[in-house]
């Protein structure tokens, strides 16, 4: 399996404060990463795919770059509901696997 | 718009079998090209996919639930059903169905089901 591991697993912000979260993959995932935003009850939520295409209908002040094994996502200026936490995936094989998590906090 | 929602018992004994529905509205789940997945969280932690299902009805699983593992499509009720058999404590989580959204190679899940807590106990 391929192993994602995200950095910080969790972090302290304000509103307006850019972030930057990052995913490393165990092995190259060429440009085959995703991220996902969840809040507490929900499902996940798509924000990102192929490493840096915005989703539909999501806050252009995220953003995704990288690829092979090393990726970020990034919130140019955090608003209140941005306050969730952050998943990587990647789907460059089978099976498809998770980062832990990064939990954006207040 | 493609919308999904889980649904089966909450409570599942241990030994026995697990099973969820996910009721696809807005798309045909036998469409050309469709992709399922399952997902699932256990309380408070990471996402891990269970395996995906192909609108042909083939399937993919991840090897750790193989033989455990049944996905299908039910067509008549634009249904696709997971089963998990020998439940154990350790498969209380959180089942999140999702559709995959696919551009050449790259794909995605997009969107999914509200999830259904399923608790293994006697």
Not at chain 1, 60 to 82: C, H, I, K, Y
Not at chain 2, 67 to 72: E, L
Not at chain 2, 93 to 109: L, M, S
Request: glycine fraction near 10%; charge should be positive; charged fraction near 15%.
């Amino acid at each position: 399996d391929i192993q994602m591991t995200q950095s910080p697993s969790s972090l302290s912000a304000s509103v307006g404060d850019r972030v930057t979260i990052t995913c490393r993959a165990g092995q190259t995932v060429a440009g085959y990463l995703n991220w996902y935003q969840q809040k507490p009850g929900k499902a996940p939520k798509l924000l990102i795919y192929g490493a840096s295409s915005l989703q539909s209908g999501v806050p252009a002040r995220f953003s995704g770059s990288g690829s092979g094994t090393d990726f970020t996502l990034t919130v140019s200026s955090l608003q209140p509901e941005d306050f969730a936490t952050y998943y990587c995936q990647q789907s460059y094989r089978t099976p498809y696997t998770f980062g832990q998590g990064t939990k954006l906090e207040l | 718009q493609v919308q999904l929602q889980e649904s089966g018992p909450g409570l599942v004994k241990p030994s026995e079998t697990l099973s969820l529905t996910c009721t696809v509205s807005g798309g045909s789940i036998s469409s050309s090209g469709s992709f399922w997945s399952w997902i699932r969280q256990h309380p408070g932690k990471d996402l891990e996919w269970i395996g995906n299902i192909y609108y042909t009805g083939g399937t993919d699983y991840k090897p750790s639930f193989r033989s455990r593992v049944t996905m299908s499509l039910i067509t008549s009720l634009n249904q696709v059903s997971l089963r998990l058999t020998s439940v154990t404590a350790a498969d209380t989580a959180v089942y999140y169905c999702a559709k995959i959204e696919r551009i050449g190679a790259n794909n995605w899940f997009e969107p999914w089901g509200q999830g259904a807590l399923v608790t293994v106990s006697s």
